[in-house]
């Protein structure tokens, strides 16, 4: 139930009213709902602005709030991808009680996420954001060293987006990112669900050519790739995106001919 990923999060030091989980519903009951999965050191909070896009199209938006996000860079570095990736597979369940049909969208580590709870969920659809095969940092490779002699890297955030991010990123957790890379690069021929890949030029965190990779050995036999340019950041729903909102309405361009073909079967686009 959706009540236990509230209680989970309260139980695990949550506090700000924005990080934890949500669960968006239309007043008429919705024929579909959308899972969605934010970023490494982020929170829900940054898949809101498409939840509450989704929301106006009546589906309904379901917020996963990934293990050790929300709390305590401490607490990210006990947790492991697998618990992240039940996580994922637990919200797509849970959708799946309450609407029809059950899509997904996740940025960047959390499209990895996705891709990896695809393997034994089998959902109508997915959106993935700059998604990544590699990170641009050149000691990436070297993480799995690095983890026992540094315990975290630092970064600038500014003020306001602090209670939403961290500024302390455990390289022991970035040790688990690059085995959930792996995971997905063997997972990604078996994966056959409709997708969407927004990768930008722009992305200054991951490779976007290793979006494009993954683009071309995912196993969808419906597939598409939107390829931004410099101006889009990494972070593409963020306030930094100067155009968030042209990426919100190619996700529901997406979504909303995913339900018109579910409506004619015969019908593709």
Avoid at 193 to 217: W, Y
Avoid at 254 to 262: C, D, I, M, P, S
Wanted: glycine content about 6%; hydrophobic content about 40%; proline content about 7%.
């Amino acid at each position: 139930m959706f009540k236990d990923f509230i209680d989970l999060a309260h139980r695990e030091g949550v506090t700000h009213e924005e990080n934890f989980p949500f669960w968006l519903e239309p007043e008429k009951p919705a024929r579909a709902s959308v899972v969605l999965v934010h970023g490494f050191s982020a929170t829900p909070r940054e898949m809101r602005p498409l939840g509450e896009a989704l929301l106006e199209h009546g589906y309904a938006a379901l917020g996963v709030r990934l293990p050790g996000h929300g709390t305590s860079p401490e607490d990210l570095s006990t947790r492991s991808y697998r618990e992240w990736v039940a996580t994922v597979k637990a919200a797509l369940n849970i959708a799946a009680t309450r609407t029809p049909r059950v899509y997904a969208a996740g940025i960047s580590t959390g499209a990895l996420a996705l891709l990896a709870a695809s393997r034994e969920f089998t959902h109508d659809g997915m959106v993935l954001m700059a998604p990544f095969l590699r990170l641009h940092h050149p000691l990436a490779p070297f993480v799995w060293l690095l983890r026992h002699l540094l315990p975290y890297e630092t970064r600038q955030i500014e003020a306001e987006l602090t209670p939403f991010y961290y500024a302390r990123r455990p390289l022991k957790a970035i040790h688990q990112l690059m085995q959930l890379i792996a995971e997905v690069r063997r997972l990604l021929p078996q994966l056959d669900s409709p997708a969407l890949v927004l990768a930008s030029e722009g992305d200054k965190t991951a490779d976007h050519r290793s979006a494009i990779r993954l683009f071309e050995r995912l196993g969808s036999s419906e597939k598409k790739l939107e390829l931004f340019g410099e101006e889009v950041p990494h972070t593409m729903l963020g306030d930094d995106n100067p155009r968030r909102n042209e990426v919100i309405q190619v996700c529901l361009e997406f979504f909303l001919t995913r339900e018109k073909n579910a409506a004619n079967p015969g019908q593709q686009g």
